[in-house]
T-cell receptor, first 110, second 112 residues
Framework: AQSVTQPDIHITVSEGASLELRCNYS??????LFWYVQSPGQGLQLLLK??????LVQGIKGFEAEFKRSQSSFNLRKPSVHWSDAAEYFC????????FGAGTRLTVKP | EAQVTQNPRYLITVTGKKLTVTCSQN?????MSWYRQDPGLGLRQIYY???????DKGDVPEGYKVSRKEKRNFPLILESPSPNQTSLYFC???????????FGQGTRLTVV
């Protein structure tokens, strides 16, 4: 079965700084990969997804992620963080079913 | 509007009192699933359904039941709730098992 690891439980960045959230997956083939964001008290919203093709995918709110097969990684990036980006971020792997990482909570300092 | 609707949003109940959390989607999705979210553990899958009358256990099915009699509905049943089932529950639907999931707003359940 597939699995997902998000090594960072909590990350704090200053507003305007760049951001990278890490995600590693375990699966025998290339799975479908997703990043979701959860704002406080809300459900999960899809940021971006990778199925195949270009390994750098663009998402909503200025986020992007890069699939690296050799590293089994799908890290999420944003060049300049805004205070409204403070939320919890989940990486997910879709294969036989959907598996989520434990999440990374992002705090943005003014 | 395409959506997944869960009810209730908040529920406080007592140990042993049977309850049902409803989930309905209007996107004609084949795949539906239930997750519970606990701090530090992310979302753990409770049950999923590939289609009508087809359900299967996820990672943490103990203490829960589901049914899928119609495509749009996927209720979660707690026959005898216990305090360790206090959690935030999400229902999700997607066209297939490995494609984008659409989530409900969540149900915060407290069992005392």
């Amino acid at each position: 079965a597939q699995s997902v690891t998000q090594p960072d439980i909590h990350i704090t960045v200053s507003e305007g700084a760049s951001l990278e959230l890490r995600c590693n997956y375990s699966y025998g083939a290339t799975p479908y990969l997703f990043w979701y964001v959860q704002s406080p008290g809300q459900g999960l919203q899809l940021l971006l997804k990778y199925f195949s093709g270009d390994t750098l995918v663009q998402g909503i709110k200025g986020f992007e992620a890069e699939f690296k097969r050799s590293q089994s990684s799908f890290n999420l990036r944003k060049p300049s963080v805004h205070w409204s980006d403070a939320a919890e971020y989940f990486c997910a792997v879709g294969a036989n079913d959907m598996r989520f990482g434990a999440g990374t909570r992002l705090t943005v300092k003014p | 509007e395409a959506q997944v609707t869960q009810n209730p949003r908040y529920l406080i109940t007592v140990t042993g009192k049977k309850l049902t959390v409803t989930c309905s989607q209007n996107m004609n999705h084949e795949y539906m699933s239930w997750y519970r979210q606990d701090p530090g553990l992310g979302l753990r899958q409770i049950y999923y359904s590939m289609n009508v009358e087809v359900t299967d256990k996820g990672d943490v099915p103990e203490g829960y039941k589901v049914s899928r009699k119609e495509k749009r509905n996927f209720p979660l049943i707690l026959e005898s709730p216990s305090p360790n089932q206090t959690s935030l529950y999400f229902c999700a639907s997607s066209p297939t098992a490995n494609t984008e999931a659409f989530f409900g707003q969540g149900t915060r359940l407290t069992v005392v």
